[in-house]
């Protein structure tokens, strides 16, 4: 059963418009979330996080909402950018575990030039 | 500073082989992480360590799963006998332990093979 879900494995969007993905979870333990961003041969590489304390965060042109009622988050990106292309993997963490996340499966986001 | 340092990077083996994919963490990090990226589950946490230390294998999938920490800067994620469904990108990852989160660094991956 998977907690975390990110339900669209794929997404275009056109250079300069908005990409929004969304992540939805389950268990309302969860307190922290993260985005990763993962290019093709290497390692996903954290952008962005947003405690549940909180439902908004941004950090430049990327902007985490959280949705506690509705358990869900999403990540904007505004203006898109061809080198913004990846997979990008929402994570989670249950309160009191300071180390352990659950990922979703990613959404590959490719930005057309 | 080096990163996560994974080997191989590439990997392929013949069903029923012993594979043995090593990682080593960045220096004065004292949490490693192993996960597994399939299609189907994305990326899935493994196991953990803390200070050299397991405190989590619940996401080991079989006992043909193990994997070992002999000191701080060195890890190894071993499958024996190796299966066709063992076919998957393999992350090590690490990171500061504390009380609050600290960030995790992945390591480029490896990818396994199984034939």
């Known amino acids: 059963d998977q907690q975390v879900k990110q339900n669209s494995p794929s997404l275009s969007v056109q250079e300069g418009r908005i990409s929004i993905l969304n992540c939805d979870y389950t268990n309302s333990m969860f307190d922290y979330f993260l985005w990763y961003k993962k290019y093709p041969a290497e390692g996903p590489t954290f952008l962005i996080s947003i405690s549940s304390i909180k439902d908004k965060n941004e950090d430049g042109r990327f902007t985490v909402f959280l949705n506690k009622s509705a358990k869900h988050l999403s990540l904007h990106i505004v203006p898109s950018q061809p080198g913004d292309s990846a997979v990008y993997f929402c994570?989670?963490?249950?309160?009191?575990?300071?180390?352990?996340?659950?990922f979703g499966s990613g959404t590959q986001l490719t930005v057309l030039p | 500073d080096a990163g996560v340092i994974q080997s191989p990077r590439h990997e392929v083996t013949e069903m029923g082989q012993e594979v043995t994919l090593r990682c080593k963490p960045i220096?004065?990090?004292?949490?490693l992480f192993w996960y597994r990226q399939t299609m189907m589950r994305g990326l899935e946490l493994l196991i953990y360590?803390?200070?050299?230390?397991?405190?989590?294998d619940s996401g080991m999938p079989e006992d043909r799963f193990s994997a070992k920490m002999p000191n701080a800067s060195f890890s190894t994620l071993k499958i024996q006998p190796s299966e066709p469904r063992d076919s998957a990108v393999y992350f090590c990852a690490s990171s500061r332990s504390g009380n609050s989160y600290n960030e995790q660094f992945f390591g480029p991956g490896t990818r396994l093979t199984v034939l």
């Open positions: 360590f803390n200070n050299n230390v397991p405190i989590d």
């Open positions: 994570a989670a963490r249950v309160s009191g575990s300071a180390r352990q996340l659950t």
């Open positions: 220096s004065g990090h004292n949490s």
